[in-house]
Every structure is written in C-alpha cells, then in structure tokens.
C-alpha cells in the first residue's frame, strides 16, 4: 500500500475545508429562505465591531501587501442586529474585497451614519465591476468574469450577505467606487429608529 504524502493529505484538508464550507452556505441560504434564520438581535455597536475585525484581518493583509484605509466615525449610534451575524456579513464582504485587490493595492472601510441608518462601506481597488456583474453579483453561485478565471469561492458569499442584511431589515448594494475598484455598501437602522 502506497503511504499518501504531506502534500496529498494537505489537499485532501483544504477539498473537505471547502466543502465543508459550501455546505454551510448551502444551509445558511435554505434557512434565509425558509424564514427561519437564528438571530439574536440585540443593541450593538457597528465601531466595535468593525474594530475587531479589522484588526484581525489587518495582519492577512499587511502579509499580502494590501492596505487596509479606515475611515470609522467615533460616537456612531448603536444598531439593532445579531452582532455575530453582522461579523458574519463583513467577513464575508472583506473576503471578497481581498480576492479582487492586487497586491499593493487598498481595501477601504468606511462607517458612517446616514440619517436614520448607519452605512458600512467596504471598497477595493480591484478592477470594478461591469455593468452585468452590478445586476447579478448577488445572485447565488454567481461569480464575476474575472473570479471565473481564478480560485475562489462558490458564489455565494454575497447571497449570504445579502440574506443577512435584508433579515436585518437593511439594504446592501453594489457600485464602482470613481476612483476605481467595486464597492459594497450595506445599511443598517438605528436602534430604536
């Protein structure tokens, strides 16, 4: 019997990580359709949020030659949501951001509120999007041309965050930033709003 090597059992970790991974999409998306997302809303705030992760994923991308830009508003008022659920949806929007930006290139965060609402920002200076990719790029398993081309997830990154944030009673949507790059937008209510 041949021993399989290292590198063959490393493979073999990343294939069963990945479906691992598709499934629990694939079960996050049947729940959001189904209504029955678990939530456990409560008043949280966006900055500690956003705090937290950017300092864990700043180190991934300082190793990838990405810069990581802040621009968070201090005071921001708090919002109602499932914090864990609001992490899950940034993690989500930053994976993304990371796959799309070369290296020495920026990835943009931005928290602000905006009237009633706060608005969380998260932009690339990766290629952008086209137009077709604007009206689809939250649709399931849709993946942009350029994602085609590369590794990558299964498409549904995006669907998840979309499910997430509309459970949320939000809104998120996708534009070219002017500068260059794609940006993802969400907005949240504020508690009591």
């Known amino acids: 019997m041949i021993e399989p090597t290292q590198e063959t059992l490393t493979a073999l970790h990343d294939k069963i990580l990945l479906t ?9 998306l049947a729940l959001a359709d189904a209504g029955r997302l678990s939530m456990h809303p ?4 966006i900055e500690r949020i956003l705090g937290t992760i950017l300092e864990t994923i700043g180190v991934q991308l300082e190793d990838e030659g990405i810069e990581l830009i802040r621009e968070v508003d201090s005071g921001l008022p708090m919002i109602e949501a499932d914090a864990q659920r609001i992490e899950q949806v940034l993690l989500n929007l930053l994976a993304n951001a990371i ?8 990835i943009h965060v931005r928290a602000k509120q905006v009237e009633s609402t ?5 932009c690339n200076s990766g290629p952008g999007l086209s137009e077709h990719d604007l009206s689809h790029v939250f649709d399931r398993f849709y993946r ?4 085609r081309a590369g590794d990558g997830g299964a498409g549904l990154g ?12 939000g809104r998120i949507w996708a534009e070219n930033a002017p ?3 794609a940006c993802f937008v969400f907005s949240l209510p504020l508690l009591n709003a």
Do not use: Y
């Open 20 to 28: 691992t991974r598709l499934i629990g999409d694939l079960h996050q």
């Open 42 to 45: 409560g008043a949280c705030s």
């Open 118 to 122: 706060i608005h969380v920002t998260v």
């Open 179 to 181: 500068e260059g790059g």
């Open 144 to 147: 942009a041309d350029e994602a």
């Open 99 to 106: 796959r799309h930006t070369p290296s020495e290139g920026s």
């Open 158 to 169: 995006l669907s998840i965050a979309k499910a997430l944030i509309e459970a949320h009673n």
